[in-house]
C-alpha cells in the first residue's frame, strides 16, 4: 500500500491537472459514470482472465486423458482391404495380417477385433491415476480462480487508496493557494512579508507537484486493475466503495482447520501424491502376464483358384514378461520413490499453510488495530491545524509553524486511507490463506 510519510513529504502538489490514462487525451475516453463494485470487477475478471482460461483447459485436457486410459478396457476393431498383382501365382494370403510365407494375386477384404481380457489391475491402476491427475487439474484451476479474486481485491484496494491520497492532495494543494493567494493579499496591505509571501508560493507549488504524482499512481493502479481484470482497455469508471469487513476471529485457529480443508493447492498436491501412488501400483503390475483374445474375418472375391472365397480365425494371447534387463524393476523403484516425494510435499505442504494463515492473521490483525490509531491521528492533526492556523492570524505563530501543522494534516488523511486499503487488502490476503476465495 501507500506510504503516508512520504506521500505528505510531497502531498502538495499541482493544480486540477487533467487525469490521463494510458498516456491518452482523456477525450479520447468516454467516462463511465456507473460506479464499479468490486463484485462485478471480480465477474469481469472471472469471464476474461487468459490465465483461468488456460487453468480451465487443461482440466479438460486432464479429463480427456482419463477416458485414453479407459480405452484399454474397450476392444479394437479395424477393416483392412489387400489387393495385391504379382508375377508368381501359386501360393496365398488373406487381408491384414493373416498371411503366409508367400504372395498370390488377390483382392481381399475383413475386419480385425481384439479385446484385452486382463493384465491384473494395471489398466485399473492407470486409470485410477489419470483420475487423480484430472482432480489436480481441476484444483488447479480453483487455485487459479482464487488468485484471480485475489489480485482483483489487491488491485481495487490500490486504486481507491490512490484515489483517496489524490482527494487528500488537492485538498491540500486547494488550502495551500488559498493561504498564498491571503498572504499575497495581506502582504499588498503590508501587513504580511514577502518572505512569507514567497515561503506560501513555494508550499503551494510543492502542493501542486503532489498532485501530480498521485495523479500519475492512480493511473497506475488502474492500469494494474484492467490486467488483473483480464481486459485490455483502461478502466476509467468511479470504482463503489467497499463495506468494511468486520472484526477478525480472535485466534487464527478456525482459519487454519478450514485452510487445510479448502485450500486448492493442497488438493493438488493431495491429488498428485494419490497419482503418484497409483502409477506405481500400475508399474508393479507391469511383471504380472497380459491376455488378451483376437479375431478376424474377411472374404476374397478376387484370388487363386486354389484358395477359399472366405476366411475366419479367432484365438488368445498369453504375455508373461520374463526377464528385460532389470527395466521393470527400475520403474517400479522410480514410481514408488516419487510417490513417497509427493507424500513429504503434501506433509510440507501442511505446515507451510498453517505458517502462511498464521502469519496473514496477524498482518490483517495489526491492519484492523491501527484503524482507531489513525481515525485519532485525523481528529488530533485537524485540532493542531486549527490552533495553528488561529496563531499564525494573532501574529503569534510563524508560517513555518502553520506548514508544519498542515503537513501533519494531510499526513494524518493518508494514513488514514493506508490504514482502511491495507486492511481490506489484508483480509483479502487472510481469505485466500483460508481458501475462502474459492
Known sequence: MLCPKILAAALLFQSPATLLYAGQNPAS???ATTPLTLAEA???ALANQPRLQAAQARANAAAARVRQTRSAYLPTAAFNATGVRVADTGTSTAAGALTTSALSNRFAYGGQLTQLVTDFGRTSALVS????????????????????????????????????VLHAAQAAQSNRHLVAQQLNALAQSELRSTVDVNFAEVLASEADLAVVRAQSVVAQQRAH??????????????????????????APDALQSQA???????????????????????????QYP?????????????????????????????????FNGGLFTARRAEAESEARARSSDVAE??????????????RANEAYQSLAVTDRLVAQSKEALRLARARYDAGLGTIVELNEAQVNETSAEIAVADANYTYLSRRAELDFAAGLLN
Do not use: C
Request: proline letters at 6%; hydrophobic letters at 40%.
Open 349 to 362: 505442504l501442511h505446515l507451510e499453510i498453517t505458517e502462511q494463515v498464521r502469519n496473514s492473521w496477524q
Open 225 to 250: 486493475l484492467t490486467t488483473a481484470m483480464g481486459v485490455s482497455k483502461t478502466i476509467t469508471a468511479p470504482l463503489a466503495e467497499s463495506a468494511m469487513p468486520g472484526p477478525l476471529p480472535p
Open 129 to 164: 491415476s489419470s483420475r487423480y491427475n484430472e482432480q489436480a487439474q481441476e484444483s488447479a484451476a480453483t487455485l487459479t480462480k482464487a488468485q484471480v479474486r485475489l489480485n482483483v481485491r489487491a488491485a481495487f484496494y490500490q486504486v481507491l487508496g490512490a484515489e483517496a
Open 42 to 44: 471480480e465477474s469481469i
Open 290 to 322: 497380459t491376455l488378451t483374445v483376437g479375431a478376424a474375418a474377411g472374404d476374397i472375391p478376387f484370388r487363386d483358384h486354389t484358395l477359399h472365397d472366405s476366411y475366419a480365425a479367432a484365438g488368445f494371447n498369453l504375455n508373461i514378461p520374463i
Open 29 to 31: 475516453f468516454p467516462v
Open 260 to 286: 487445510q480443508s479448502q485450500r486448492a493447492d493442497l488438493g493438488i498436491a493431495e491429488a498428485q501424491q494419490k497419482s503418484a501412488q497409483q502409477f506405481a501400483t500400475a508399474e508393479k503390475r507391469l
